[in-house]
T-cell receptor, first 116, second 110 residues
Framework: AQKITQTQPGMFVQEKEAVTLDCTYD???????LFWYKQPSSGEMIFLIYQGSYDEQNATEGRYSLNFQKARKSANLVISASQLGDSAMYFC?????????????FGTGTRLKVLA | EPEVTQTPSHQVTQMGQEVILRCVPI?????FYWYRQILGQKVEFLVS????????KSEIFDDQFSVERPDGSNFTLKIRSTKLEDSAMYFC????????FGQGTRLTVV
């Protein structure tokens, strides 16, 4: 079964601290992509970071990094130096490809609250 | 920076009415998607669209739903005979490598 699992419904972190949001995935595909999206209270979905299944180096984008452990099928998001504006819902997603097209499936999300 | 735009941002409709949700994907993207998110719940895949046809659809995407690319820029989701349980945030996305989402249309069926 192709599935994304986020086991942390909610997380708290102190401002300026680092936080790790967990994501595990399940697929038998060899080629896939892993993504993290941020959804603030306003509702939009903001792309944060992408990791391809063949990428050997962990992806980084500013304060975001993706801790990709292929053997363990995990793709955790690390946010360094948390800011109050990081408070939001975070979704892990997997892109699968079949017959030349793509499909994204999402986890249930983790609500992050950054404390002042 | 290019972005996916959706209109309207909020739509209220009476049960049984038809609604059309509009999206303008990023211009050089080839893949288009509709997702929905019922309040407080997960993001659910509805349909993907490539090369002017549906490439995959979920079990949610039944005969009540249809998608269209009426011209070179717009991508629409039509929901016929809306039900209360269709109330949700509907996201359009387009992708080349990574998918970029629009800001969503909040549909409220009353």
């Amino acid at each position: 079964a192709q599935k994304i699992t986020q086991t942390q419904p909610g997380m708290f972190v102190q401002e300026k601290e680092a936080v790790t949001l967990d994501c595990t995935y399940d697929t038998s595909d060899q080629s896939y992509g892993l993504f993290w999206y941020k959804q603030p209270s306003s509702g939009e979905m903001i792309f944060l970071i992408y990791q391809g299944s063949y990428d050997e180096q962990n992806a980084t984008e500013g304060r975001y990094s993706l801790n990709f452990q292929k053997a363990r099928k995990s793709a955790n998001l690390v946010i360094s130096a948390s800011q109050l504006g990081d408070s939001a819902m975070y979704f892990c997603a997997m892109r699968l490809s079949a017959s030349g097209t793509y499909k994204y499936i999402f986890g249930t999300g983790t609500r992050l609250k950054v404390l002042a | 920076e290019p972005e996916v735009t959706q209109t309207p941002s909020h739509q209220v409709t009476q049960m049984g009415q038809e609604v059309i949700l509009r999206c303008v994907p990023i211009s050089n993207h080839l893949y288009f998607y509709w997702y929905r998110q019922i309040l407080g719940q997960k993001v659910e895949f509805l349909v993907s669209f490539y090369n002017n046809e549906i490439s995959e659809k979920s079990e949610i995407f039944d005969d009540q739903f249809s998608v269209e690319r009426p011209d070179g820029s717009n991508f629409t989701l039509k929901i016929r005979s809306t039900k209360l349980e269709d109330s949700a945030m509907y996201f359009c996305a387009s992708s080349h490598t990574e998918a970029f989402f629009g800001q969503g249309t909040r549909l409220t069926v009353v």
